[in-house]
């Protein structure tokens, strides 16, 4: 028995075919896409039971075949924590701390792995990969009182500003979670604002989506006298489309109790699907390629990923 993991790179995708019996891993090029999703019923309740003649698929609104299918129930997740620190989150750093606790009790399963980035103008990788919450609560304090020996993500490269919102997200997929396979997901705790990046909003969700990275974005806005400015609406907007681009979820996190979006994230990532097909167009042009998910069954809405870049 083989378990098959594949990730899309570009046109091209490596799939990593292990041997239960601890063979090492066998590597084909092949041009197979990856595509993970999510269903709701009519109700809005996650079903639980599709099989791969319960689902169409499209790429470019051509009908593709259906290569491989399987449930992530089982699958172990891989996950980054991207906690903001810049100024404008001055004021949910305890917020942050206690909502990331919550996170790990109620989400984090023995065979999980989380690393945790703490960025502003810097993006420091405070816990490498890991099963387990103390090391990652206790690395965040040291963080959190000005300890700063923690690595950085990325190049070396020079902000003036503080915060780098894309470059945390761009860096943590290619450098991160684009070769650790798993069902991978991010989790941002930020307002969504950047004035420091290398890259933009376009470039980060190329990544994500050519990682297979679903992005769920858990938001903090500081209001003034209770209105929200103009950058403040420019970070809701970006963290909302990341959201969409990627088939993850955006909220608020305000106005909603840790305990239930936190539930509801994992209960997407652990009832979710997996479909791989070949794309039946052999156009090597580059671009973006538009993905379509349907259910051939009324009522139920899936969510995944808009697409995928082909460079």
Known sequence: MRTIMAMVSVALCTVLAEDIGGQQPIRVDVN?????????????GL???????????????VPEKIEFFAKSTDL???LALLVDV??????FGKQHEKDLQVFLKEVLGPKDRVFLVC????????TDYTNSAEEIIESYKLFDKGKRHFPELGPDDTREAGTAFYDSIYYSVTEKLEQAGGRQAILMFSDGEDNSSSHNMMTTVEAAQTANVVFYA?????????RLNSRNKYGISVMDRIAKETGGMHVDARETDPHEYFRQIAEELRTSY???????????EEGFRKITVKAKEDGVKIRTKTGYFVR
């Not at 960025?119 to 405070?126: A, P, S």
């Not at 938001?219 to 006298?225: A, G, I, P």
């Not at 997996?274 to 090597?284: A, D, I, L, N, T």
């Open 32 to 44: 197979l896409v990856n595509v993970a999703f999510t269903a709701r019923d009519s109700r809005g």
């Open 274 to 284: 997996e479909v791989g097909y070949y794309p039946s167009s052999k156009s090597k």
């Open 218 to 226: 858990i938001r903090y806005t500081e209001e003034k006298h209770g």
């Open 119 to 126: 960025f502003g103008n810097h993006i420091r990788l405070v």
């Open 76 to 78: 172990p997740l891989t």
């Open 47 to 61: 079903v639980k039971n599709l099989t791969k003649d319960d689902v169409q698929l499209f790429e470019d609104g």
């Open 86 to 91: 810049s100024g404008s989150q001055d004021h």
